[in-house]
């Protein structure tokens, strides 16, 4: 046998020890390149000794969408299933790293508390399925809109059943992988974009605006109007220039109407509204509107210890104070003894006070021959 002559102190081998050669190992993700679709399998280039394969046992449940891009020339990531098996091959899953590659896309999701758009493509008698990647997420009906579950017959599973291919708008709230857990929440999304858009509406309002509104609530201080995204607060002594006794004596749910807004809390983010303000407030022109002397019917609303209070009875329903003195010829200890809440009775106006906002009523002077002369200047223009 001839021996080889390494005179030249060169190997003809050594080339390869200047290689850096990758040897892949079982359920590592590598970067790749696919180099040939052939028998519903597909060659990749991992930048081992040779391409691997993604067997057509998987890419057989590939849908549509991924076989559309999984195409000759495109950069994709890989998890090594098995580095060699009885053939020599690598055998290679793209789903598996897109999956490893998804639950890491839903712990950030968590951790981020970021709102993702996904796709309804199930359902079961707990909640919606949704795809989250090559994963599958659960929308328990605890979280999800309350109107999704509405049905004609109370039917949950049919009106989602219904709504199979609707986009969805939710955040991841549970991330168990090794129970293969992905729970996520319409509702927790749903709140985040509800106050995202009443950030956006309340930046936009200006004081002294006047806007259309509903009534969406009422209490016993005022009334709930919401405007576009954001609810004011019309309180009861803003309802109307007439006195009102609660809110439900004008407005009811559901009830369309207009407001002036008065008064903005950034900070709080409360709005405060005004309807009697789009009125013409009859103090302005309340001596055109009645005179010193004047006879009017009215009705008792309350009693103090120093008087009563009465309510014109006419479109203004001004209210005025019957001082104590004012209520009979003789000496009164309690307003109670003459009047009560309810009465309907004939008051002379005796003072009027546009600056102070004040009425002054009689029922002692009603019958008063200081006033007789005007009393049938009255009679005889009716």
Same mark, same amino acid.
């Given at each position: 046998?001839? @021996?080889?002559?390494?005179?030249?102190?060169?190997?003809?081998?050594?080339?390869?020890?200047?290689?850096?050669?990758?040897? =892949?190992?079982?359920?590592?993700?590598? =970067?790749?390149?696919?180099?040939?679709?052939?028998?519903?399998?597909?060659?990749?280039?991992?930048?081992?000794?040779?391409?691997?394969?993604?067997?057509?046992?998987?890419?057989?449940?590939?849908?549509?969408?991924?076989?559309?891009?999984?195409?000759?020339? !495109?950069?994709?990531?890989?998890? $090594?299933?098995? =580095? @060699?098996?009885?053939?020599?091959?690598?055998?290679?899953?793209?789903?598996?790293?897109?999956?490893?590659?998804?639950?890491?896309?839903?712990?950030?999701?968590?951790?981020?508390?970021?709102?993702? !758009?996904?796709?309804?493509?199930?359902?079961?008698?707990?909640?919606?399925? +949704?795809?989250?990647?090559?994963?599958?997420? #659960?929308?328990?009906?605890?979280?999800?809109?309350?109107?999704?579950?509405?049905?004609?017959?109370?039917?949950?599973?049919?009106?989602?059943?219904?709504?199979?291919?609707?986009?969805?708008?939710?955040?991841?709230?549970?991330?168990?992988? =090794?129970?293969?857990?992905?729970?996520?929440?319409?509702?927790?999304?749903?709140?985040?974009?509800?106050?995202?858009?009443?950030?956006?509406?309340?930046?936009?309002?200006?004081?002294?605006?006047?806007?259309?509104?509903?009534?969406?609530?009422?209490?016993? #201080?005022?009334?709930?109007?919401?405007?576009?995204? %954001? !609810?004011?607060?019309?309180?009861?002594?803003?309802?109307?220039?007439?006195?009102?006794?609660?809110?439900?004596?004008?407005?009811?749910?559901?009830?369309?109407? /207009?407001?002036?807004?008065?008064?903005?809390?950034?900070?709080?983010?409360? +709005?405060?509204?005004?309807?009697?303000?789009?009125?013409?407030?009859?103090?302005?022109?309340? !001596?055109?509107?009645?005179?010193?002397?004047?006879? $009017?019917?009215?009705?008792?609303?309350?009693?103090? /210890? #120093?008087?009563?209070?009465?309510? +014109?009875?006419?479109?203004?329903?001004?209210?005025?104070?019957?001082?104590?003195?004012?209520?009979?010829?003789?000496?009164?200890?309690?307003?109670?003894?003459? %009047?009560? &809440?309810?009465?309907?009775?004939?008051?002379?106006?005796?003072?009027?006070? &546009?600056?102070?906002?004040? %009425?002054?009523?009689?029922?002692?002077?009603?019958?008063?021959?200081?006033?007789?002369?005007?009393?049938?200047?009255?009679?005889?223009?009716?």
């Amino acid at each position: 046998m001839i @021996e080889p002559d390494y005179s030249d102190g060169e190997h003809p081998m050594n080339f390869l020890l200047d290689e850096e050669v990758y040897f =892949p190992s079982a359920g590592e993700i590598r =970067p790749g390149r696919i180099v040939a679709l052939r028998n519903n399998e597909i060659l990749v280039d991992i930048g081992a000794k040779s391409e691997g394969i993604i067997p057509s046992q998987e890419t057989a449940g590939y849908d549509s969408t991924t076989r559309a891009m999984l195409q000759e020339g !495109e950069e994709i990531l890989v998890m $090594v299933e098995n =580095p @060699e098996d009885n053939n020599g091959n690598t055998i290679l899953s793209f789903r598996k790293a897109a999956e490893e590659r998804d639950w890491q896309i839903a712990d950030e999701l968590l951790a981020s508390q970021e709102a993702l !758009e996904t796709e309804i493509v199930g359902f079961n008698k707990g909640g919606a399925i +949704v795809s989250v990647g090559q994963l599958r997420g #659960f929308v328990p009906n605890s979280q999800l809109r309350r109107d999704r579950l509405q049905d004609q017959d109370g039917d949950k599973q049919r009106a989602l059943q219904g709504q199979i291919g609707e986009q969805i708008i939710a955040k991841v709230i549970e991330v168990d992988r =090794p129970r293969n857990r992905l729970i996520l929440s319409e509702q927790a999304a749903s709140r985040e974009i509800r106050q995202a858009k009443k950030n956006e509406v309340f930046s936009s309002i200006i004081e002294g605006n006047v806007y259309d509104g509903q009534v969406v609530n009422l209490a016993d #201080f005022g009334a709930f109007i919401d405007i576009g995204g %954001v !609810e004011g607060l019309v309180h009861l002594s803003e309802m109307s220039w007439k006195r009102i006794q609660k809110p439900s004596d004008m407005l009811q749910r559901g009830d369309q109407v /207009k407001v002036q807004v008065i008064g903005i809390d950034q900070e709080r983010q409360r +709005v405060a509204l005004s309807m009697k303000r789009l009125e013409s407030d009859p103090w302005t022109r309340i !001596e055109e509107l009645y005179r010193e002397g004047q006879l $009017v019917e009215a009705e008792i609303t309350r009693l103090t /210890k #120093f008087g009563a209070f009465a309510r +014109v009875n006419d479109d203004y329903q001004l209210e005025g104070l019957i001082h104590i003195s004012e209520l009979a010829e003789d000496r009164v200890e309690q307003a109670r003894d003459i %009047v009560k &809440p309810g009465d309907k009775i004939t008051v002379r106006i005796i003072r009027l006070d &546009p600056k102070q906002r004040q %009425v002054g009523l009689s029922l002692r002077q009603v019958s008063s021959d200081k006033y007789i002369e005007d009393d049938l200047a009255m009679l005889n223009t009716m």
